[in-house]
């Protein structure tokens, strides 16, 4: 019980992460270097890097899942909480549905990065 209202009232600083890997868009790759990811898990929201933030679905010991469901996108992605693996991906949710029936369908992006805690510069 004591831990329950000591660790209640802490409050998790977000945390900036910094990854590099590769999006790929319209055919085109990008290169990711250097950009910022920020994880907060208080406001339970994740920004990946090029992109605005998303709610955080689900939080697990090793990972966390985020993204969102529009009228016309369909976003989807994971943080490896161990590795800083970070993957993301974008369908139209028609497309998302025939992927999750096991069909092939067609992406508009996707993302796959690692990330790992920024250091400050001073």
Request: charged share 20%; glycine share 8%.
């Amino acid at each position: 019980m004591v831990c329950l209202s000591i660790c209640g009232a802490a409050q998790a600083q977000p945390i900036t992460l910094i990854c590099n890997g590769n999006l790929n868009a319209d055919g085109k790759q990008v290169n990711i270097s250097g950009e910022s990811a920020i994880v907060d898990l208080e406001k339970l929201t994740f920004k990946p890097p090029l992109y605005s933030e998303f709610p955080i679905t689900r939080v697990a010991e090793n990972d966390l899942s985020f993204g969102s469901e529009l009228p016309s996108l369909s976003t989807w992605g994971s943080l490896d909480r161990v590795s800083g693996t970070l993957t993301m991906n974008v369908l139209r949710p028609d497309e998302r549905k025939k992927l999750q029936a096991g069909g092939s369908a067609h992406f508009l992006t996707w993302m796959s990065a690692k990330c790992a805690p920024a250091k400050r510069m001073f």
